[in-house]
């Protein structure tokens, strides 16, 4: 079973178009199987992060940067979408406050090699590179019964010669990022 590229929903190898969305069915046999994507926002100074989608594979892992210009060529591209299939202003508020949380799920049907060439910025890091990682997931911080503040996950990843700092809103529940990292980087993994 594989996933939308648009919408995420799934879908079987001998769809040609997915049922939810409409959108070509793209599978092939040179795409290797991405094992997660998370969603992630890159630190890039004191105040500035970057979107960035971490794409797992077996045996390496893909930083998918989303630049800005292309942000708002993507959110132009779906908001004309939406417009076309007839939502109206608040359907459109809602699609489009989704569309970037959605957004990775894309990378499952796409190549690595299709992946890289995204952007200038992309690149992969075998994890037999990676000198150390720590996964910290979100924690919520209740007030009150009806009110609750949920903080950012952390995820530090250091390379041979950078340290690179990531927040996200992932809480790993079915443990694969745990699964992932934990096989192939071993004792330099901390998950808290």
């Known amino acids: 079973m594989a996933i939308c590229k648009k919408c995420g929903a799934p879908i079987s190898e001998s769809d040609l178009f997915c049922s939810k969305c409409g959108e070509k069915v793209v599978l092939g046999a040179s795409i290797e199987e991405v094992k997660y994507v998370l969603n992630t926002s890159k630190k890039e100074g004191l105040l500035k992060q970057v979107l960035c989608y971490l794409v797992f594979y077996e045996d390496e892992m893909i930083f998918a940067y989303l630049s800005k210009e292309r942000q708002n060529l993507e959110y132009k591209k779906h908001t004309q979408e939406l417009k076309n299939s007839g939502a109206k202003l608040l359907g459109i ?100």
């Open 93 to 192: 508020i809602a699609g489009n406050l989704q569309f970037f949380e959605n957004y990775g799920t894309k990378y499952y049907q796409m190549s690595k090699e299709n992946i890289l060439k995204e952007e200038s910025k992309n690149f992969s890091v075998k994890y037999s590179q990676i000198k150390k990682v720590k996964f910290v997931r979100p924690r919520m911080i209740y007030y009150t019964d009806d009110q609750m503040k949920e903080d950012s996950g952390d995820l530090i990843i250091t390379l041979p010669n950078e340290k690179m700092k990531f927040t996200h809103q992932s809480y790993d529940k079915e443990a694969i990022i745990k699964m992932i990292l934990k096989k192939n980087c071993g004792g330099k993994f901390k998950y808290i």
